[in-house]
């Protein structure tokens, strides 16, 4: 149980689009879920905090209006990169936790690598 | 505020060889705290959790990690690296995941 997708797992997409990544919890509903990029050899940084049915809660330094999500449903969020350009060719990566847990363990999508030309 | 500092951002070990990487945290209260691993060009893999019950943690692959609140530290042992334990190492603290920078484990035959 307890298990996350995200889709599409590649994207490649041309400077000045948007792309919409989704992240999923197949098995369980999530009211919190949470979303990473990841750098080449770096570690993962949160970005921002997805809570169903409200707004999004951002990291300092991470824009808004650049990195639009979405949690319309117990059981998917949406991150959508606008206007992308080269320097946001990264790997995303969501997570989600059981809303009944007292231990926050985390359980995370298999992530999207996203590549900007 | 809750964070989390990985020690070493590169471990080499020898095949059979025990493994050690460091981990320590911050917190204003208990935490939960989490290893996991990373395989190139993969997704992260929960090694184990600590969650204010045991100290001694067993995980999965024969890792292990202990609780040592004295310290403030919960560092990920084994005592016999394997070839297919080569992979990135986070630690991460609780309910609102930060991850640490990392722990590149390399394992040498």
């Known amino acids: 149980g307890a298990v996350v997708s995200q889709h599409p797992s590649w994207v490649i997409c041309k400077s000045g689009t948007s792309v919409k990544i989704e992240c999923r919890s197949l098995?369980?509903?999530?009211?919190?879920m949470f979303w990473y990029r990841q750098f080449p050899k770096q570690s993962l940084m949160l970005m921002a905090t997805s809570n169903e049915g409200s707004k999004a809660t951002y990291e300092q330094g991470v824009e808004k209006d650049k990195f639009l999500i979405n949690h319309a449903s117990l059981t998917l969020s949406t991150l959508t990169v606008t206007s992308a350009h080269p320097e946001d060719s990264s790997f995303y990566i969501c997570?989600?936790?059981?809303?009944?847990?007292?231990?926050?363990?985390?359980?995370f999508g298999p992530g999207t690598r996203l590549t900007v030309t | 505020a809750q964070s989390v500092t990985q020690l070493d951002s590169h471990v080499s070990v020898s095949e059979g060889t025990p493994v050690l990487l460091r981990c320590n945290y911050s917190s204003s209260y208990s935490p939960s705290l989490f290893w996991y691993v990373q395989h190139p060009n993969k997704g992260l893999q929960l090694l184990l959790k600590?969650?204010?019950?045991?100290?001694l943690v067993k995980g999965i692959n024969g890792f292990e990690a202990e609780f040592k609140k004295s310290e403030t530290s919960f560092h990920l042992t084994k005592p016999s690296a394997h070839m297919s334990d080569a992979a990135e190492y986070f630690c991460?603290?609780?309910?609102?995941?930060?991850f640490g920078a990392g722990t590149r484990l390399t394992v040498k035959p």
């Open positions: 997570s989600a936790n059981l809303p009944s847990g007292r231990s926050h363990e985390q359980y």
């Open positions: 098995d369980f509903q999530a009211t919190t």
């Open positions: 991460v603290v609780s309910d609102h995941p930060r």
């Open positions: 600590y969650t204010s019950a045991a100290t």
